[in-house]
């Protein structure tokens, strides 16, 4: 049905609810003239008389009644759906979709959504931890976590955490047999744990930089994980070096279990970011959600 008969309708049942063009004309926002002229358009192109008018009063006609009694309640659902949207939009709820990695799912996004979800018992989300980078868009997220200096130039980028520090580890017992290594070259003297990223296409080159003079290295070892809690925990076992964020290890340097060594060579770098399409229209949750992780210093 073209544009203009559903207007035409919508007119047609504010006539037959009021009894009244001027009471009609003033809901709708004409003037009365305008609406008796649609609504004599719409009686022609339909053929049939759908009001009965006097003087004094306007009534709907039998046919009148039966498409008044077919079209009100099904404008009645539109117009409530349409509220319900104004709702929704204005009411902070729905489902947030965050693809991330571990890491910063559990030292960034989960204290945030700790302190958020809460408060907002309309407000849903699903992480999905992924080692590998992902597309959002063609993967239907509504957002992606990412290290700062990776994340595309076309998209919205929000610093969701510190500068972060790389840091190589080893345990007591893995040193009490071999020197510290002084420089990152001198890393080919030992046992290194490797990781393998989906994201990299192969095994993680270890990145290290002093006084402006940046060196990647490929470390060599016996142990190969695809995961840095892997790494972690085989550095802790004693199984050899682990290059691992500072956050994720500082624990365990304050304790005794790791050493740590080749401070110096690990500068601070872009932290976490949260990014998705420019082109997104925010909704009141996700607004939100951006609002709870942004960093503030």
């Not at 009534?59 to 009644?65: D, F, L, N, Q």
Request: include cysteine.
């Amino acid at each position: 049905m073209p544009r203009q008969n559903l207007n035409d309708l919508v007119a047609f049942r504010a006539v037959a609810r009021e009894r009244s063009f001027t009471r009609a004309a003033a809901q709708i926002g004409v003037s009365p003239s305008a609406l008796s002229h649609t609504i004599r358009g719409l009686e022609e192109r339909l053929g049939v008389r759908l009001l009965t008018r006097t003087t004094r009063s306007v009534a709907p006609t039998s046919v009148g009644e039966r498409l008044l009694g077919s079209i009100g309640p099904r404008f009645d659902e539109i117009e409530a759906e349409l509220a319900a949207l104004s709702e929704v939009r204005d009411r902070p709820a729905g489902t947030i979709r965050i693809t991330t990695g571990i890491d910063a799912a559990q030292t960034i996004l989960w204290p945030a959504l700790g302190r958020l979800l809460p408060e907002y018992a309309d407000i849903q989300v699903e992480l999905s931890v992924n080692a590998g980078f992902v597309d959002i868009v063609a993967e239907r997220f509504d957002a992606g976590v990412r290290l700062g200096e990776t994340v595309a130039q076309d998209m919205v980028a929000v610093r969701i955490g510190p500068d972060m520090r790389m840091a190589a580890v080893g345990s007591p017992a893995y040193f009490a047999a071999r020197k510290a290594p002084r420089t990152p070259n001198e890393l080919a003297e030992h046992n290194c744990i490797n990781l393998r990223f989906p994201t990299l296409g192969g095994l993680y080159a270890w990145e290290f930089e002093k006084r402006g003079r940046a060196i990647n290295v490929r470390v060599e070892g016996q142990l190969i994980v695809n995961e840095v809690a892997l790494a972690r925990q085989a550095a802790l076992d004693g199984l050899g070096i682990a290059y691992l964020p500072e956050r994720y290890v500082q624990a365990f340097i304050d304790d005794g279990h790791l050493i740590r060594v080749l401070s110096d060579w690990s500068p601070p770098f872009p932290g976490y970011y949260l990014y998705y399409p420019s082109r997104r229209q925010q909704s009141p949750a996700f607004a939100l959600l951006v609002d709870a992780l942004r960093f503030r210093e």
